[in-house]
Protein backbone atom coordinates (compact mmCIF):
# COMPACT_ATOMS: atom_id res chain seq x y z
CA UNK A 1 0.00 0.00 0.00
CA UNK A 2 1.32 3.20 -0.80
CA UNK A 3 0.18 6.68 0.86
CA UNK A 4 0.38 10.21 -0.32
CA UNK A 5 -0.39 12.51 2.38
CA UNK A 6 -1.11 16.48 1.41
CA UNK A 7 -2.67 19.72 2.79
CA UNK A 8 -0.51 20.62 5.19
CA UNK A 9 0.65 24.93 5.71
CA UNK A 10 0.76 27.44 7.55
CA UNK A 11 -1.40 28.67 9.40
CA UNK A 12 -2.47 31.16 12.49
CA UNK A 13 -4.17 29.98 15.76
CA UNK A 14 -7.69 29.66 15.18
CA UNK A 15 -7.35 28.25 11.46
CA UNK A 16 -8.55 25.98 9.72
CA UNK A 17 -6.48 23.15 7.37
CA UNK A 18 -7.78 19.70 5.84
CA UNK A 19 -5.27 17.01 5.33
CA UNK A 20 -6.06 13.82 2.94
CA UNK A 21 -4.10 10.93 2.45
CA UNK A 22 -4.83 8.61 -0.80
CA UNK A 23 -3.87 5.13 -0.83
CA UNK A 24 -3.13 2.88 -3.98
CA UNK A 25 -2.07 -0.76 -4.31
CA UNK A 26 -3.87 -2.84 -1.95
CA UNK A 27 -6.11 -1.19 -0.76
CA UNK A 28 -8.96 -3.70 -0.50
CA UNK A 29 -6.85 -5.30 1.90
CA UNK A 30 -7.31 -1.99 4.37
CA UNK A 31 -8.73 -2.23 7.79
CA UNK A 32 -8.58 1.14 9.10
CA UNK A 33 -6.42 4.58 8.24
CA UNK A 34 -5.51 6.96 10.92
CA UNK A 35 -3.10 10.08 11.33
CA UNK A 36 -0.25 10.38 13.80
CA UNK A 37 1.75 13.39 14.53
CA UNK A 38 5.15 14.41 15.72
CA UNK A 39 6.47 17.68 16.62
CA UNK A 40 10.00 18.96 16.78
CA UNK A 41 11.85 16.90 19.75
CA UNK A 42 9.10 14.42 20.93
CA UNK A 43 7.64 10.99 19.91
CA UNK A 44 5.24 10.31 17.39
CA UNK A 45 1.59 10.51 18.97
CA UNK A 46 -1.99 8.82 17.55
CA UNK A 47 -4.03 11.87 16.88
CA UNK A 48 -7.30 10.09 15.16
CA UNK A 49 -8.11 6.93 12.69
CA UNK A 50 -11.42 5.61 11.71
CA UNK A 51 -12.27 1.90 10.36
CA UNK A 52 -12.89 1.44 6.45
CA UNK A 53 -15.85 -0.58 7.32
CA UNK A 54 -18.41 0.60 9.73
CA UNK A 55 -16.92 4.07 10.15
CA UNK A 56 -16.44 4.00 13.59
CA UNK A 57 -13.83 6.87 14.48
CA UNK A 58 -10.98 7.31 17.50
CA UNK A 59 -9.25 10.60 18.74
CA UNK A 60 -6.86 11.40 20.88
CA UNK A 61 -8.39 13.40 24.28
CA UNK A 62 -6.48 16.69 23.00
CA UNK A 63 -7.87 16.81 19.67
CA UNK A 64 -11.03 15.82 20.15
CA UNK A 65 -14.37 18.58 19.48
CA UNK A 66 -11.82 20.20 17.08
CA UNK A 67 -10.83 17.77 14.30
CA UNK A 68 -12.67 15.34 12.48
CA UNK A 69 -11.53 12.30 10.30
CA UNK A 70 -13.17 10.70 7.65
CA UNK A 71 -12.77 8.72 4.74
CA UNK A 72 -14.05 8.21 0.84
CA UNK A 73 -13.68 4.63 0.45
CA UNK A 74 -14.51 5.19 -3.55
CA UNK A 75 -11.25 7.48 -3.73
CA UNK A 76 -9.54 5.60 -0.75
CA UNK A 77 -8.81 9.04 0.72
CA UNK A 78 -8.65 9.50 4.59
CA UNK A 79 -9.06 13.20 5.48
CA UNK A 80 -8.40 15.15 8.36
CA UNK A 81 -10.55 18.06 9.13
CA UNK A 82 -8.63 20.29 11.96
CA UNK A 83 -10.53 23.36 12.76
CA UNK A 84 -9.36 25.92 16.21
CA UNK A 85 -6.08 24.97 15.59
CA UNK A 86 -3.81 25.78 18.26
CA UNK A 87 0.22 26.21 18.03
CA UNK A 88 0.62 22.92 19.92
CA UNK A 89 -1.01 21.27 17.44
CA UNK A 90 2.26 22.46 14.92
CA UNK A 91 3.74 18.93 14.09
CA UNK A 92 4.50 16.60 10.97
CA UNK A 93 1.63 14.65 10.32
CA UNK A 94 1.87 11.25 8.98
CA UNK A 95 -0.99 9.08 7.85
CA UNK A 96 -1.39 5.48 8.37
CA UNK A 97 -3.30 2.52 6.67
CA UNK A 98 -4.13 -0.59 8.78
CA UNK A 99 -4.25 -3.98 6.68
CA UNK A 100 -6.29 -7.07 7.86
CA UNK A 101 -2.98 -9.22 8.10
CA UNK A 102 -1.37 -6.92 11.05
CA UNK A 103 0.61 -4.91 8.35
CA UNK A 104 0.80 -1.07 8.72
CA UNK A 105 1.59 1.57 6.19
CA UNK A 106 2.91 5.09 6.36
CA UNK A 107 2.64 7.81 3.75
CA UNK A 108 5.40 10.69 3.85
CA UNK A 109 4.38 12.89 5.90
CA UNK A 110 3.39 16.69 5.65
CA UNK A 111 4.32 19.46 7.98
CA UNK A 112 1.69 21.69 9.69
CA UNK A 113 2.74 24.96 11.47
CA UNK A 114 0.01 26.95 14.01
CA UNK A 115 1.88 30.50 14.26
CA UNK A 116 0.20 31.77 17.95
Known amino acids: VQLQASGGGFVQAGGSLRLSCAASGRTFSIRAMGWFRQAPGKEREFVAR????????YYTDSVKGRVTVSRDNAKNTVYLQMNSLKPEDTAVYYC??????????WGQGTEVTVSS
Open 50 to 57: ITWSGNIT
Open 96 to 105: QAQLRGGDSY
